[in-house]
């Protein structure tokens, strides 16, 4: 893993597959926002799909370049990324198919619907096949032994937060049930057994996210958790390129250091919006403990960087 570079035709290519078609529907959604004024639960039917396609796009794409990395278990870990992909296209096309028929995906308990009624195995047991890849990604990428501190870190970190990010849907399937009615965009009244928001179950969304106003949103915490690998990822490499430069970043130690705060910031980052969110309170209406909290992780994570700072400047005067 001394590399962040890997030609693009080495990549993993189910995976790529799986990115290309992701891009491609967040083409089609952004056009449906335009021109289809369809609402559910006051946003467009398209923004689901779009949030979706950028994330797995995004995700996908990830996991198609850790795959060059892979020394150990790298069959392993090439089939488990195809099961990934495939799994993928089918969770995200049955969340499309239903935003394009105007009804909700996950949570809808209409089982009049013989199209829902197919679908619904679809998104239970999609998620659950995801995580178990995830899982098993994780562990090969554990067994590694080559490459560089800051980069294994950076992965390895990311990867367990991602874990946790898709474990956090699955929780809250089980946790609690909140059985209601709601109207999808063509009138219909739909039972739903389960709701995003938490205090408020289905929330007023902010624009685009759609992560409750009025009440907590495990969304939040998952959004951030998933997305922990790529924002590791890109310091690692960003410290790698300024180390051409700045002789005291040279030491791999130096940069892993880094890197380790970091994570460890985020980290903490995302155990505040979890606990915030559990406690059925809106990202952008914080009280004084969660500010709190999240001033230690900041403070906690700055001192641990600038240590890692001073540390490698020393070494170098």
Not at 119 to 148: D, E, H, K, N, S
Not at 281 to 305: E, G, N
Request: glycine share 10%; aromatic share 8%; with cysteine.
């Amino acid at each position: 893993m001394t590399s962040f570079l890997a030609p693009v035709r080495t990549w993993h290519r189910p995976l790529l597959v799986c990115a290309a078609l992701m891009l491609g529907l967040m083409l089609v959604a952004g056009v449906g926002l335009v021109v289809d004024d369809r609402t559910l639960l006051n946003e467009s039917v398209w923004i689901k799909p779009l949030k979706f396609g950028f994330a797995f796009a995004l995700y996908a794409l990830t996991l198609a370049w850790l795959s060059t990395k892979l020394t150990r278990g790298r069959r392993l870990g090439r089939w488990v990324g195809t099961v990934f992909a495939v799994t993928s296209v089918v969770e995200v096309g049955a969340i499309t198919v239903q935003a394009a028929r105007g009804t909700f995906s996950h949570f809808n308990a209409d089982l009049t619907d013989p199209v829902t009624a197919a679908l619904v195995p679809i998104l239970t047991y999609g998620v659950m096949i995801i995580l178990i890849a995830q899982l098993v990604l994780g562990v090969v990428v554990l067994i590694q032994r080559t490459g560089g501190a800051a980069l294994n870190r950076a992965i390895r970190t990311g990867l367990a937060l991602a874990t946790f990010g898709m474990v956090l849907p699955i929780y809250w399937l089980v946790a609690q049930v909140t059985p209601r009615t709601v109207t999808d965009a063509n009138g219909r009244q739909v039972p739903m057994y389960q709701g995003h928001g938490i205090g408020d179950p289905d929330g007023n969304g902010m624009f685009l996210t759609g992560w409750s106003v009025t009440g907590g949103d495990f969304r939040v915490p998952h959004f951030f958790a998933l997305h922990g690998i790529q924002v590791l990822l890109l310091l690692a490499a960003a410290l790698a390129a300024l180390a051409a430069k700045r002789a005291w970043l040279r030491p791999e130690k130096v940069r892993a250091r880094l890197v380790g705060s970091a994570a460890l910031g985020y980290t903490g980052l995302v155990a505040v919006v979890t606990w915030q969110a559990v406690r059925g309170q809106s990202l952008i209406h914080p009280d004084a403990s969660t500010l709190l909290a999240l001033a230690a992780v900041l403070l906690i994570a700055a001192l641990a960087a600038a240590g890692s700072v001073v540390a490698g400047r020393r070494a170098f005067s």
